[in-house]
């Protein structure tokens, strides 16, 4: 029998475990009385579902399981698109001694590759015309088209009449005709009407002709792909077979059962139950009868890859060498000795253990995968089915007349409780994490099922919560997960007394981890934040390497005023956006800190309000290079900013011959500004005595111009001399100011 399966495959041949499967906690051995209840309903050779695992990523790993008796093949009936799945992933086991010798199916070449095997030059949608042309030169026999005709089509040519009654609106008609040489020369044009049959006479053309339309109805047909397993043995055994398969995600929704007093909070013992149930769909080709079902929330890789198609590789054409003599030659050998064997891996045993099938809890053999035994996995493996737990405590029982339909003989969400009992194991492997249902799951094909997978009791407290990125404050509820369970990324409702009270969405929750849940708006609650300061102020100098260091200390404060209409007291919890590079003054303490908010709690009265301050603080240094700063602008900078300006003291010295460099480069550039004036004087005295002529009054201004050139020769003189003395001073006033700045040492002055 060939069981049809609308899944794709898992098979690195016979053994090997596959990855990223989660490992059940034990493995079960198998009884022969299991073993016959298991295959009761299974024909021999055909292969059933026993045991299906959805990932969060779209694919599913199915296992199949049947009986074969002595050497056997097994069918499974794909489609090409699972068949790459199958090639890439299928493990075959048979757990009675035999053993799977190998898996054979239905090869495709391209279609286009095929057809170039064939005379025919024919695409793969060829027209009529197309058709003609491909059959040019063949014998052929016309009939319909007055006396039977027989010769070699010549062509096949299309003409276009003119339009109906002249109407260029109206279609213009096309006639067809073929034109066919007969043997003794005779030319015969025809119309190819309807009624006209051009067959073809040559045997050959018509097998070319038929295995081409061949060609194309298995194409056609070609989704049908045939997996045969060879399993050889002897007696009655039990074949396993497990695959991939791209499937629809499930999904995860909870429910939230809250049991309120008459003033508003949770029960007394301050937990409440959740709920969880998945979304299961079966799209596969068969139904799902009693199967085993894990629910995982991990993604392992998976990809798609046409492995099944026969691939062509493109090769370059190379031309033939002409007169290409070759001699002998002579190779260097290899440096390194050549290793004298070498350790071959024995594919039968090793650390892939027994049975792969047991990975997802078959009942025999050991598995691993990625990250570990199933020991280990075991040891990590999270104790459950709390679910079964019972009431240790009595509930409020005055909600119980509120629940919908009426009086209830118990609260809502104790009945509730009673009513789904989520039977379902867990097990943890590596970063996955499986719901293992206990109970056996039917799912037709094409069919979806809402299955419950987790009933806890969690610590659990009612709070309004307020943030800058909501219009209004909402009701949420800080969820404590002391289950022990990972619960995934999925929706969720509360139920308040039996009624509803909102929805939301929840992201994976660890265990142990606490998680707000929002699920409606707070009318009664208003938070008004309020334009908060920042100041800013000198915290700390110092002086090291000629520059002074000054922190400053950055201060931001944020107010908040938290106001309640209703007459009972609420919680809230306000979120203060964290700034980066900033930290929270060590007398706040919020509730929670996440990577982006401060979460403070804020207790409000009836009809009350409540403030609360934040305040966040950071440090920025400054620096300045005494050089370069003057007394005035540090003075400046540190009495704007709250600064010690006793510091100054300290530096007095820096300042001091900061002053007196400044003395002498004043006296240098009065010194050098004289200089310019003189000699530019000296330049218009000697341009006049260039312009004399010689006569008694010219040589009397010779005279004048030539005692005023003495004079400022000897002035220029004495200028150069006390030019050259300042110079020397500057230079001793500027170092004496470079080692009184290298010289100061101040580690801080608060």
């Known amino acids: 029998m060939r069981a049809l399966v609308a899944c794709a495959l898992f098979l690195p041949f016979l053994e090997l475990p596959a990855v990223g499967q989660v490992v059940e906690g034990k493995p079960r051995a198998v009884t022969a009385a299991a073993a016959r209840a298991a295959h009761a309903d299974t024909r021999p050779g055909e292969l059933r579902v026993t045991h299906v695992s959805l990932y969060k990523n779209g694919v599913g790993f199915f296992e199949h399981e049947g009986q074969v008796t002595g050497d056997a093949a097994v069918s499974l009936d794909l489609t090409s698109a699972q068949l790459n799945d199958v090639l890439q992933s299928l493990t075959a086991v048979d757990v009675g001694g035999g053993h799977v010798t190998g898996a054979n199916y239905n090869s495709t070449t391209p279609l286009d590759q095929q057809l170039r095997t064939l005379p025919l030059n024919l695409g793969e949608a060829p027209s009529e015309e197309d058709l003609f042309a491909a059959l040019r030169g063949a014998r052929v026999e016309v009939t319909g088209s007055g006396a039977v005709f027989t010769g070699r089509l010549l062509s096949m040519e299309v003409r276009t009449a003119g339009a109906p009654n002249g109407d260029d609106s109206k279609p213009v008609p096309q006639r067809r005709f073929a034109t066919v040489v007969a043997d003794s020369g005779a030319t015969r044009t025809v119309e190819l009407t309807p009624n006209t049959v051009v067959r073809l006479l040559d045997a050959g053309l018509r097998a070319d002709l038929n295995t081409y339309l061949e060609l194309l109805d298995r194409n056609r047909t070609e989704g049908i792909r045939h997996l045969v397993l060879t399993d050889r043995g002897t007696g009655t055994r039990a074949l396993r077979v497990s695959f991939l398969s791209e499937v629809p995600v499930w999904k995860s929704t909870y429910r939230l059962l809250l049991t309120t007093g008459a003033t508003g909070g949770v029960a007394k013992d301050g937990t409440a139950t959740v709920q969880g149930f998945s979304v299961v769909d079966n799209t596969t080709g068969e139904d799902w009868k009693d199967v085993r079902l894990s629910l995982i929330a991990g993604s392992p890789q998976s990809f798609l890859q046409p492995i099944s198609q026969p691939i062509y590789d493109r090769r370059p054409e190379v031309a033939i060498a002409e007169n290409a003599q070759t001699t002998p030659q002579t190779h260097e050998s290899s440096e390194a000795e050549l290793p004298q064997g070498s350790a071959s891996a024995d594919l039968s045993s090793g650390s892939a253990g027994g049975n792969p099938a047991s990975l997802f809890g078959s009942p025999t053999g050991t598995g691993s995968g990625t990250g570990g035994t199933v020991a280990a996995a075991a040891k990590r493996r999270v104790p459950t089915n709390r679910n079964m737990m019972k009431d240790t405590g009595s509930l409020p029982a005055p909600m119980a007349n509120m629940a919908i339909g009426g009086p209830m003989p118990m609260p809502y969400e104790q009945a509730v409780r009673q009513s789904n009992d989520a039977r379902a194991t867990t097990a943890a492997f590596d970063d996955f994490f499986a719901y293992n249902l206990t109970d056996p799951v039917t799912i ?235 000699g530019e004087d000296q330049k218009r005295l000697r341009e006049n005595l260039a312009a004399l002529k010689g006569s008694a009054e010219e040589r009397a201004l010779v005279r004048r111009y030539t005692e005023e050139l003495n004079a400022q020769e000897d002035a220029l003189g004495a200028l150069k001399r006390d030019l050259a003395s300042l110079e020397q001073a500057r230079s001793a006033a500027a170092q004496e100011l470079a080692d009184r700045i290298d010289s100061i040492q101040i580690p801080g002055v608060a």
């Open 444 to 678: 037709p094909r094409n069919g979806s099922a809402l299955v419950p997978i987790l009933q806890e009791r969690l610590p659990v407290e009612s709070v309004t919560l307020w943030s800058r990125g909501e219009a209004r404050p909402l009701r949420a509820l800080w969820v404590t997960n002391s289950s022990g369970l990972t619960l995934d990324r999925g929706s969720f409702s509360v139920v308040e007394n039996g009624a509803f009270a909102g929805e939301g969405l929840v992201d994976p929750v660890h265990p142990g981890e606490r998680r707000l849940l929002s699920y409606a708006v707070d009318q009664a609650v208003r938070v008004t934040p309020e334009n908060g300061k920042e100041t800013q102020r000198i915290t700390n100098v110092s002086v090291s390497k000629g520059v002074l260091r000054a922190a400053n200390t950055e201060v931001a404060e944020a107010r908040y005023t938290v106001s309640d209409a209703a007459p009972e007291g609420r919680t809230v919890i306000v979120e203060e956006p964290r700034r980066p590079g900033w930290t929270l003054d060590p007398a706040d303490k919020p509730a929670e800190v996440t990577p982006g908010v401060y979460r403070f709690r804020v207790p409000v009265d009836g009809h009350g309000k409540a403030e609360l301050t934040v305040t966040q603080r950071r440090v920025v240094d400054q620096y300045f290079r005494l050089a370069d700063s003057s007394e005035e602008q540090l003075m400046q900078y540190l009495q704007g900013n709250g600064g010690d300006t006793k510091i100054l003291a300290q530096l007095e010295p820096v300042f001091a011959a900061k002053r007196r460099l400044a003395e002498l480069d004043a006296r240098v550039a009065e010194a050098q500004e004289k200089e310019r004036v003189i």
